[in-house]
């Protein structure tokens, strides 16, 4: 009866002793999930004392009137300098006319070169949108980038193109024309069809497989624009 209640009490110990494991175990996880809070919380307030410290964008009305303010004391020194001495605040007014002049010189050009880069990033963004804001039609003449130059083909339906390769004419899907670039669409007047939609898809079949590519005579812009007008150039149908 002695053994008995002995291991009875081994028993309850050796359930203690679970018991006790996994409570530890759940202290620890809570300790680390805990940590895993705190540390998340410093990086949050990292990135909302450095969003906090950042200098925020000049505009360019700001920077203007900066600009301004910075003239006015400007002046306010050189009648300063002209009452005590005005032989040398004479030459400190010519000095900073030729400072600004340049300086204004300076600034059409900067203005000249950010203008430019706006106008280039728009052209390039309406570019951009034109495979989103509609669908290309049969017979369009399509266009991506590719490293160092352009490559074209002729959209002929259901997500399929048409393109010159340098190993030959193939049907290909748009993905594989893309090849991860953006898809562009050649407006009408840079790229003018004489020939109707099926006639285009007729011309572009007619020489898949074709094989004579040439850099500067037989390229695949060469060959949408046979395919949409009969010519490289429209003027050569003249």
């Not at 910075?70 to 010519?94: C, W």
């Not at 130059?149 to 193939?170: A, P, Q």
């Not at 006639?199 to 074709?210: F, M, T």
Request: charged content about 35%.
């Amino acid at each position: 009866m002695l053994d008995f209640f002995k291991e009875i009490q081994k028993e309850i110990d050796r359930v203690k002793e679970i018991d006790k494991a996994k409570m530890d175990k759940t202290k620890m996880d809570k300790v680390k999930m805990d940590k895993v809070k705190m540390d998340k919380a410093k990086i949050d307030k990292s990135k909302i004392d450095n969003t906090n410290n950042k200098m925020p964008e000049m505009s360019r009305q700001n920077r203007e009137d900066l600009r301004r303010i910075g003239r006015e004391v400007q002046k306010k020194f050189e009648d300063t300098f002209e009452e005590i001495n005005p032989a040398f605040g004479q030459s400190l007014k010519k000095f900073n006319n030729t400072l600004n002049s340049g300086l204004d010189i300076v600034k059409k050009g900067v203005d000249n070169i950010n203008n430019s880069f706006e106008a280039i990033h728009m052209q390039t963004l309406k570019e951009e949108m034109l495979m989103e804001d509609q669908i290309p039609e049969i017979g369009d003449h399509l266009w991506v980038w590719r490293l160092g130059y352009t490559h074209h083909g002729i959209y002929i339906g259901s997500g399929k193109v048409i393109h010159y390769l340098k190993e030959r004419v193939k049907e290909d899907t748009l993905e594989n024309f893309a090849r991860g670039s953006k898809i562009r669409i050649r407006p009408y007047e840079d790229s003018p069809a004489h020939y109707s939609q099926h006639e285009i898809i007729c011309r572009a079949r007619s020489r898949i497989g074709e094989n004579n590519y040439d850099l500067f005579s037989n390229n695949c812009e060469h060959f949408v624009r046979w395919c949409r007008c009969g010519a490289f150039d429209p003027k050569d149908l003249i």
